[in-house]
């Protein structure tokens, strides 16, 4: 199991950015890839980016693709996710996940992670 610390979120307007942060620790980061997703009020759990465990892919959802950019140093066993142009429909908890070392998958559903963080609220005002 990995533990996961979100950070970063907060209260934006329309057109402002957001950087969040997930700190991990409990096994070598350098070996999974990690997964952001996001929830809002009353839907569920969406897919929003995901980086392979050697960075060298990175997944989007098409909602965010062109505003959102994930990222890792895996010299401080964190990843962030920069989202530009924030919407309102952009207001979740976002939540980051941590896969099983060497997996190599999708990255876009949800059983493809075994650790979660415990969420970061992003609200954007319009």
């Known amino acids: 199991q990995v533990q996961l610390v979100e950070s970063g979120g907060g209260l934006v307007q329309a057109g402002g950015s957001l950087r969040l942060s997930c700190a991990a620790s409990?096994?070598?980061?350098?070996?999974?890839?990690m997964g952001w997703f996001r929830q809002a009020p009353g839907k569920e759990r969406e897919f929003v980016a995901a980086i392979s465990w050697s960075g060298g892919s990175t997944y989007y959802a098409d909602s965010v693709k062109g505003r959102f950019t994930m990222s890792r140093d895996n010299a401080k066993s964190t990843v962030y996710l920069q989202m530009n142009n924030l919407k309102p429909e952009d207001t979740a908890v976002y939540y980051c996940?941590?896969?099983?070392?060497?997996?190599?998958?999708?990255?876009?559903?949800?059983?493809?992670?075994?650790?979660w963080g415990q969420g970061t609220q992003v609200t954007v005002s319009s």
């Open positions: 409990g096994r070598t980061f350098s070996t999974y890839g």
């Open positions: 996940a941590a896969a099983a070392s060497y997996y190599s998958g999708t990255y876009r559903r949800q059983y493809e992670y075994d650790s």
